[in-house]
């Protein structure tokens, strides 16, 4: 018998995989703003490589797809030629024995319908679609464009106070971002080639950690314009687009439905991830800003007819958010103790915290709210709390620490199982969350696997109150009799904001997106401040108060991410106080000095020295 031996820790496959490893790395980091073609071109190569050469539609036909891809990318190519590879992709979809063929051939095919305009402009115009090329990728992917590079470099000379201005040019909302934002802004960080994302979110809570939003000044308010516009809702979209029209000179006035401004910010997201005096010193900065007035506890729509205000102001942007929470058709929804985790999480916010002392609670839903809802009624004092999700752990939409977060805090997640019905004590009280196991199967058109259910018997989960999470609805209706035209509660707006057929009539927000994030709330007022501006007939240019410095030779030493630290789950789990701890000087300077400062290198000197 001939000698076996272990696995070469030396090997090529083990030597190839450390490549990947970089390789992976660069598909991470792909610029934004590149051709499509490019991109769908880099895929097929790598592709075509994997090929094992055994069948010929992945061996002889991957080559081929290839050479008709050159040749519109070049200019060479006619419409026919875009037939000839719709008919070759689907010819090795069809006929491959393996994935690396036809699933290569699927995303050519999905391809040539997605950027269909695409290939047209390069065959007939020899060029790409207008307005492509590569942007300085932090700020292309934050959705207000902020200059994080800019405001990084500040925290690099210690210049705190410019750092919050220079953010302010575009977000008015530091503190809210430094605290809660998703951070879209660090998934192609150019650093990610080298080592990892600079952590935008960190520095941006280690300035205003530094200097608090209220205590440095916004610039200076232009001369009134006597116009007035009125903006309902005073969440972080309205008040960004009352902050910028408050600032151009004109007179602002937000209704708003609470007692407080802040919407989600302050009702919907607890103290524990987001501490409400650190969210007033935002407000306080935005109230400074020109000529702005709140009304609260404004019903616009049930006590104050919308019609009213469209005709009392020059312009209208409505940002009613999503205030109320979705629910589902449940025998038994009716029961006692089964509340929508929105209502409960607007309690709290109102300083009204129940108590689930020795109390077992089930909450319904995957996504940041349901995390939200968990969380909270653990420091409501709940002897057992769980989360029931219909999908997989990995298809939930909640952020992934905060998922980590909920799970250290002793939350139980309950996977794979729909809920079915509730079931009621003699006197009405729920006691019961009855759920049908699933299994998951085939994506549906979102790209999500759909659960569908499972060849197992329902099971039973005691529990003695239920918080639903399933998503969040928009109080539309009053604004659809005024003629704001909505589908399925969302209204209807462009791009630039405007509400068709209402002039002067403009919504953002996750009234006009459906519930979303708050960095994508304070984007679309800032767009409407700036096109409601255009609309009354003006086209103010604000100061920024803040001077971006001079870029310093890259660090392009390998280094580590500089990661926020929590308080222990087993102390912080028992109050609301802030989780996170504060950046250290040295963390924050270190992290500060990774940036490799795109806005300068790279693409970002190609027009003027700057292009975001």
Do not use: W
Request: glycine share 8%; charged share 25%.
């Amino acid at each position: 018998m001939s000698k076996i031996f272990l696995a070469d820790p030396q090997s090529c496959d083990v030597k190839i995989g450390r490549l990947l490893e970089t390789f992976e790395t660069k598909v991470k980091a792909y610029p934004p703003g590149t051709c499509p073609l490019t991109v769908q071109l880099s895929l097929l190569v790598a592709s075509k490589n994997q090929t094992c050469g055994k069948c010929v539609p992945c061996r002889d036909g991957l080559p081929q797809l290839e050479v008709l891809l050159r040749k519109v990318l070049e200019g060479d190519a006619t419409m026919e030629v875009l037939e000839h590879m719709r008919s070759l992709a689907a010819m090795i979809r069809d006929t491959a024995d393996c994935a690396i063929g036809y699933q290569t051939a699927t995303e050519v095919l999905d391809g040539l319908d997605v950027f269909y305009e695409e290939y047209e402009s390069h065959i007939l115009n020899h060029e790409c679609l207008g307005g492509m090329g590569q942007k300085v990728p932090c700020i292309n992917l934050c959705p207000a464009h902020v200059d994080i590079p800019g405001y990084i470099a500040l925290i690099g000379e210690e210049d705190y106070a410019g750092a919050v201005n220079l953010i302010r040019k575009d977000n008015p909302l530091p503190t809210a971002c430094a605290m809660i934002c998703e951070h879209p802004c660090e998934q192609r960080c150019r650093r990610n080639i080298i080592d990892d994302a600079i952590n935008i979110r960190g520095l941006k809570k280690y300035i205003v950690d530094q200097v608090a939003a209220d205590q440095v000044a916004v610039p200076k308010a232009n001369r009134s314009t006597g116009k007035k516009v009125a903006v309902i809702g005073g969440g972080p979209a309205g008040m960004t687009a009352a902050y910028f029209l408050g600032l151009m000179g004109h007179k602002v006035t937000i209704f708003e439905r609470q007692k407080k401004l802040g919407g989600m910010l302050r009702y919907g997201i607890p103290n524990y991830r987001f501490p409400k005096d650190r969210l007033d010193e935002d407000i306080r900065a935005i109230l400074s800003a020109g000529d702005i007035e709140v009304r609260y506890e404004a019903k616009v729509g049930t006590e104050i007819p919308v019609e009213d205000v469209y005709e009392e102001y020059d312009a209208m942007f409505v940002a009613i958010g999503a205030q109320a929470g979705k629910k589902l058709r449940l025998d038994g929804i009716d029961a006692e103790n089964v509340e929508s985790a929105v209502e409960m999480l607007d309690r709290i916010g109102n300083g009204e915290k129940p108590d689930y002392s020795g109390k077992n609670v089930v909450v319904i839903g995957g996504g940041n709210v349901a995390m939200d809802a968990a969380r909270s009624a653990v420091r409501c004092n709940a002897k057992e709390v769980r989360i029931v999700y219909r999908r997989r752990q990995e298809d939930m939409t909640a952020l992934d620490t905060e998922i980590e977060s909920a799970v250290m805090e002793g939350i139980e997640l309950i996977t794979l199982q729909a809920p079915k019905s509730i079931e009621k004590t003699a006197k009405g009280a729920c006691s019961a969350l009855i759920v049908q196991p699933q299994m998951i199967g085939p994506y549906d058109k979102a790209g999500r696997p759909s659960p569908v259910d499972a060849n197992k018997e329902p099971q039973r989960i005691p529990c003695d109150v239920i918080l639903i999470a399933v998503g969040q609805d928009i109080i539309s209706r009053p604004f659809e009799e005024f003629g704001m035209e909505a589908e399925r509660g969302v209204f209807k707006a462009g791009l630039d904001t405007a509400v068709l057929n209402k002039p002067g009539v403009f919504a953002g927000g996750d009234c006009a997106t459906a519930p979303a994030t708050a960095i994508r709330a304070i984007a679309a007022g800032k767009v409407a401040a700036h096109n409601i501006d255009e609309y009354l007939g003006y086209h103010h240019k604000l100061c920024c108060e803040a001077r971006v410095p001079d870029p310093k030779e890259n660090n392009r030493i390998p280094t580590g991410r500089a990661n926020i630290t929590e308080r222990p789950a087993y102390i912080r789990k028992h109050d609301f106080e802030h989780v996170e701890n504060p950046y250290t000087y040295e963390e924050a300077m270190q992290e500060a000095n990774r940036c490799l400062r795109c806005d300068h290198f790279g693409c970002g000197v190609l027009k003027g020295g700057r292009d975001a």
